[in-house]
């Protein structure tokens, strides 16, 4: 189960509430400054806008390709350790507006993480140290450090264990 926060509302859907859940202005801000970093091609910029007129925490060296798309209502529950990639269009939510309720949550990615392509991150999910996703997975819940995960829904390829038995393997030439 992912770690959210869930809020009801009453009347029209969530959405409609929107802008008594998080300031205009806001997010207004926050789309301009995700927008200028989604087309740069500068990493130490986008870490830079990231860090400091988001509020995201980013580990050293952690670089987001092209076209990411972090969470434009509350960034500032992201954060990804050191030395991460988060591969081209990459979607990272953080809150969920639905019918009934919206549903905020953290989204923790580790160190040493391989993100693919195309990959959505819901939110409330812990991505754990030295994990692979798959390009084009849908995360919809947590991922165990070291494993590869896949697909949509997602699941779990090789675990940490496994994948280090097959290195073990290809180095020994078996």
Request: charged share 20%.
């Amino acid at each position: 189960m992912r770690r959210t926060t869930r809020y009801p509302v009453t009347g029209a859907n969530s959405l409609w509430h929107v802008y008594k859940t998080v300031p205009f202005l806001k997010v207004v801000k926050n789309f301009i400054i995700i927008q200028l970093a989604r087309y740069t091609p500068f990493l130490s910029v986008k870490n830079w806008l990231y860090r400091n007129f988001l509020g995201i925490k980013i580990g050293e060296q952690t670089s987001f390709a092209l076209m990411v798309m972090l969470d434009v209502m509350f960034p500032e529950k992201i954060s990804v350790g050191k030395n991460t990639v988060i591969g081209y269009n990459t979607t990272i939510l953080a809150h969920e507006y639905l019918i009934k309720e919206y549903r905020l949550g953290e989204v923790k990615i580790g160190s040493e993480v391989m993100i693919g392509a195309n990959t959505t991150i819901l939110p409330g999910v812990i991505i754990g140290d030295g994990a692979i996703v798959s390009a084009g997975t849908l995360v919809h819940k947590d991922v165990p450090s070291g494993s590869f995960v896949g697909g949509n829904p997602m699941r779990i390829i090789y675990t940490k264990e496994e994948m280090m038995e097959r290195q073990k393997n290809e180095n020994q030439g078996g």
